[in-house]
């Protein structure tokens, strides 16, 4: 019976070792918050990326669209080939040689890249490692889920990179307003390519506005809405257009033209971007923000009765309103529905805006000063 009884033991064993041999591969766990989700193998295939580069006087990084291999790391691999320089022969690289990063990690939206130490000895200019940074942050942030990039050197943060470009904390893709350079040999390059039926797109000023958009900072998915177009007429000999821009619910206006004459076989190219709002400065120290609902206003002495949201002690404390008065020269902007995203969030654009535009019953958001005055304002008019 003991004989028995041991066989029975040491069969059981045999089988539970057979079909338990799947338990000797790792264990795939679920990613903790915040970590990204790691394949353990390269996915097959090409995947289109966004990288830029500088034009020929070092003015402007310009997005270049490349076909490479499916890689489980995409952000590393899209650093790797931003390091390695551009395919177009009008754009130049501005990353130094010979440079490879130690790790590249994303981790809650923003992407860690850690260079070695002797970085900062490789660059020729702060120009090119200005130039070199932005087109760091806007290639990583073409991606989803990417909204910032984190620079480390030997894994630490640095102050500065090479000059005085700050590197200490997150760098964000921004908008910038003014004029946008353009290359007058690469303007004959492209229109050459448009001979071959390359690059058809440069024909619409719409589409230019959309994709040579991401020279300024925009994204394909931001809005974009045609709002003016004229042929060369006798006040000007160049066609010209203009398209709205929303990003990141900020309206913008892109001016474009044709450089190369106009008719419809002709380029179109960004001549500026213009914000249509003006910048609401941060808060400073003992300012506060408040909302609420207007219940009266005098228009002459500048003064709102609000009905506010979100009372709270600290508030009662300051004795924040009912009555507001408005800063002659306060910043007011207004908010307005343009539309809904595809899962059903409305989507808004904010312009600035005059006292008149206010109207009873409207939300308001305020920056109050110290001394309890508001010096911006927000009409919520949706």
Same mark, same amino acid.
């Given at each position: 019976m003991k004989k028995k009884h041991k066989l029975k033991i040491f069969t059981t064993l045999f089988v539970l070792m057979i079909f338990s041999g799947c338990s000797l591969r790792p264990i795939e766990e679920e990613p903790k918050p915040g970590q990204p989700l790691i394949s353990p193998t390269p996915k097959e295939g090409t995947i289109e990326i966004t990288l830029y580069f500088s034009d020929d006087k070092l003015m402007e990084v310009i997005p270049e669209e490349r076909q490479v291999e499916k890689d489980y790391n995409l952000e590393k691999l899209i650093v790797e080939q931003l390091l390695n320089g551009p395919n177009d022969e009008t754009l130049r690289p501005v990353w130094p040689r010979g440079l490879n990063p130690l790790t590249v990690e994303t981790i809650g939206g923003i992407t860690y890249v850690?260079?070695?130490?002797?970085?900062?000895?490789?660059?020729?200019?702060?120009?090119?490692?200005?130039?070199?940074?932005?087109?760091?942050?806007?290639?990583?942030?073409?991606l989803p889920g990417i909204n910032a990039v984190q620079i480390l050197i030997e894994g630490k943060k640095q102050h500065f990179l090479y000059g005085n470009v700050n590197i200490l904390e997150p760098l964000y893709r921004q908008v910038k307003v003014g004029f946008i350079y353009n290359s007058s040999l690469r303007n004959q390059k492209l229109q050459q390519r448009i001979e071959?039926?390359?690059?058809?797109?440069?024909?619409?000023?719409?589409?230019?506005?959309?994709?040579?958009?991401? =020279?300024? @900072?925009?994204?394909?998915?931001?809005?974009? #809405? !045609? %709002?003016?177009?004229?042929?060369?007429?006798?006040n000007s000999m160049v066609s010209t257009a203009v398209v709205e821009a929303v990003h990141q619910e900020k309206a913008y206006e892109i001016r474009l033209y044709q450089p190369l004459g106009s008719g419809e076989e002709k380029i179109w190219v960004i001549d500026s971007v213009v914000a249509k709002f003006t910048e609401i400065a941060p808060l400073k120290e003992n300012e506060q923000r408040i909302t609420g609902h207007v219940m009266e206003f005098d228009k002459e002495k500048r003064i709102i009765t609000m009905d506010r949201e979100y009372k709270d002690v600290l508030d009662e404390a300051k004795k924040v309103g009912p009555?507001?008065?408005?800063?002659?020269?306060?910043?007011?902007?207004?908010?307005? =529905?343009? @539309?809904?995203?595809?899962?059903?969030?409305? #989507? !808004? %654009?904010?312009?600035?805006?005059?006292?008149?535009?206010i109207n009873l019953g409207e939300k308001v958001s305020m920056v109050l000063t110290k001394d309890r005055k508001a010096r911006a304002l927000i009409i919520h008019a949706y």
């Amino acid at each position: 019976m003991k004989k028995k009884h041991k066989l029975k033991i040491f069969t059981t064993l045999f089988v539970l070792m057979i079909f338990s041999g799947c338990s000797l591969r790792p264990i795939e766990e679920e990613p903790k918050p915040g970590q990204p989700l790691i394949s353990p193998t390269p996915k097959e295939g090409t995947i289109e990326i966004t990288l830029y580069f500088s034009d020929d006087k070092l003015m402007e990084v310009i997005p270049e669209e490349r076909q490479v291999e499916k890689d489980y790391n995409l952000e590393k691999l899209i650093v790797e080939q931003l390091l390695n320089g551009p395919n177009d022969e009008t754009l130049r690289p501005v990353w130094p040689r010979g440079l490879n990063p130690l790790t590249v990690e994303t981790i809650g939206g923003i992407t860690y890249v850690n260079f070695p130490r002797d970085i900062n000895y490789k660059f020729e200019s702060e120009l090119k490692s200005s130039l070199a940074v932005e087109s760091l942050v806007k290639s990583l942030t073409e991606l989803p889920g990417i909204n910032a990039v984190q620079i480390l050197i030997e894994g630490k943060k640095q102050h500065f990179l090479y000059g005085n470009v700050n590197i200490l904390e997150p760098l964000y893709r921004q908008v910038k307003v003014g004029f946008i350079y353009n290359s007058s040999l690469r303007n004959q390059k492209l229109q050459q390519r448009i001979e071959k039926g390359k690059e058809l797109w440069r024909l619409d000023p719409l589409e230019v506005a959309k994709r040579d958009g991401r =020279i300024a @900072g925009f994204k394909l998915t931001d809005d974009f #809405k !045609l %709002k003016f177009k004229a042929d060369q007429n006798l006040n000007s000999m160049v066609s010209t257009a203009v398209v709205e821009a929303v990003h990141q619910e900020k309206a913008y206006e892109i001016r474009l033209y044709q450089p190369l004459g106009s008719g419809e076989e002709k380029i179109w190219v960004i001549d500026s971007v213009v914000a249509k709002f003006t910048e609401i400065a941060p808060l400073k120290e003992n300012e506060q923000r408040i909302t609420g609902h207007v219940m009266e206003f005098d228009k002459e002495k500048r003064i709102i009765t609000m009905d506010r949201e979100y009372k709270d002690v600290l508030d009662e404390a300051k004795k924040v309103g009912p009555k507001i008065f408005v800063l002659p020269d306060a910043v007011i902007h207004i908010q307005e =529905i343009i @539309g809904k995203s595809e899962n059903g969030k409305i #989507k !808004l %654009k904010e312009v600035d805006a005059k006292f008149d535009d206010i109207n009873l019953g409207e939300k308001v958001s305020m920056v109050l000063t110290k001394d309890r005055k508001a010096r911006a304002l927000i009409i919520h008019a949706y």
